[in-house]
Each structure stands twice: as C-alpha cells, then as structure tokens.
C-alpha cells in the first residue's frame, strides 16, 4: 500500500468526521486506481454531505470506472 494512503486512513482513525481529509484520500485512491476503495470513501463522505456535488461526481467516476454503469447513472 502505498506510504500516503496509509497514512491518510491513519489520520482518518484518529478524526473520522474530517471533509476534507476524507476527499483527499478518495482522490487519492482514485489517482492509484483503486477504485473500489475510493467508492467506498466517497460513500462514507456522503453521509457527512448527502448533497456534496463533488462528492456526488467522485462516486460516480468510481463507480464508473468499476464499470457499475447504472448506479453511475443514477448518481
């Protein structure tokens, strides 16, 4: 695993509720192509912001290039 996103799940143990440190991992993850792990993130930030626009795009790029096209869609 790579060192940064290692140690951006570890700040996330310690400060769960932080925005901004939550999208820096899931665009992080998603710059790494691990996409399932970037949804999941992205997932998690949405229920810290239901109506996030950019949240909103983040999950659907991953949920996109998982090839899962109609939640894509929907989202």
Known sequence: MNDAIKNLREALKVSPDNMPLRMLLA???????????????????LTLAPSDVKIKLGLATACYRQQKFSIAGVI
């Open 27 to 45: 665009e992080t993850l998603m710059n790494h192509f691990q996409y399932a792990d970037a949804e999941e993130e992205y997932k998690s930030a």
